[in-house]
């Protein structure tokens, strides 16, 4: 089966009378690592 639609992260298939949504651990764009602390965080 060939991928309808393909991004980075998910791929959709189509069955016939269904669609199959085959999603991956690989990273998208959108997974971010924040390093620093937020300054006064939770203070007025």
């Known amino acids: 089966m060939k991928p309808i ?6 791929e959709l298939y ?3 009378d269904t669609l199959i949504l085959v999603a ?3 990273i998208s764009c959108f997974d971010v690592i924040l390093h620093n602390e ?3 965080k939770g203070w007025f």
């Open 38 to 40: 937020v300054a006064k």
């Open 24 to 26: 991956t651990d690989r």
């Open 5 to 10: 639609q393909s991004g980075k992260v998910r």
């Open 14 to 16: 189509d069955n016939g």
